[in-house]
T-cell receptor, first 115, second 114 residues
Framework: AQSVTQLDSQVPVFEEAPVELRCNYSSSVSVYLFWYVQYPNQGLQLLLK??????LVKGINGFEAEFNKSQTSFHLRKPSVHISDTAEYFCAVSEGGGTASKLTFGTGTRLQVTL | NAGVTQTPKFQVLKTGQSMTLQCAQDMNHEYMSWYRQDPGMGLRLIHYSVGAGITDQGEVPNGYNVSRSTTEDFPLRLLSAAPSQTSVYFC?????????????FGEGSRLTVL
């Protein structure tokens, strides 16, 4: 069975500083990987996804993530954060051999950006 | 374009009551699903459907029932509400039957069971 681990429940950072949100997964088959963002009192929206090809994936709002198969990781990064990036971020995995979009989500990382 | 619409946004129930959370999408998506979100536990899949007339259980299906009579609608029924079902519920749909599809989420329904 697939699983996702987000070790950091909260990440405080100052505006314009870089940030990395960590995500590790486990699966016995090939996977597809996703990062979603949830702003307060809203649903989740897709930031970026890795399906195949280049291991460096660029998403919306200046975020990017790198797929590392040997370390089973998919860390999310942004070189300079803004106050508006304050939100909860979820990493998710879907097994490549599956027949439906049964995403397994991590427990989330709350990014708090302050001045 | 409305996307995924959930109703109601807020609901308070007493233990033992039943209710239905409504979910509708206007994107002609085959795949629809229900998740619950609890603090420190992320999102957990309750039930999902890959098309009209087809439903299946997710990770936490007990106490919930679903049906899919049309492509657009995927209601979630709580048969006899319990305090453990206090949560935020999200409906999500995808434009592809496959596992690669991006999920489009509704804004959530916050349920409190007293």
């Amino acid at each position: 069975a697939q699983s996702v681990t987000q070790l950091d429940s909260q990440v405080p950072v100052f505006e314009e500083a870089p940030v990395e949100l960590r995500c590790n997964y486990s699966s016995s088959v090939s996977v597809y990987l996703f990062w979603y963002v949830q702003y307060p009192n809203q649903g989740l929206q897709l930031l970026l996804k890795y399906l195949s090809g280049s291991t460096l994936v660029k998403g919306i709002n200046g975020f990017e993530a790198e797929f590392n198969k040997s370390q089973t990781s998919f860390h999310l990064r942004k070189p300079s954060v803004h106050i508006s990036d304050t939100a909860e971020y979820f990493c998710a995995v879907s097994e490549g051999g599956g027949t439906a979009s049964k995403l397994t989500f991590g427990t989330g990382t709350r990014l708090q950006v302050t001045l | 374009n409305a996307g995924v619409t959930q109703t109601p946004k807020f609901q308070v129930l007493k233990t033992g009551q039943s209710m239905t959370l409504q979910c509708a999408q206007d994107m002609n998506h085959e795949y629809m699903s229900w998740y619950r979100q609890d603090p420190g536990m992320g999102l957990r899949l309750i039930h999902y459907s890959v098309g009209a007339g087809i439903t299946d259980q997710g990770e936490v299906p007990n106490g919930y029932n679903v049906s899919r009579s049309t492509t657009e609608d995927f209601p979630l029924r709580l048969l006899s509400a319990a305090p453990s079902q206090t949560s935020v519920y999200f409906c999500a749909s995808s434009y592809t039957r496959g596992r690669t599809g991006e999920l489009f989420f509704g804004e959530g329904s916050r349920l409190t069971v007293l």
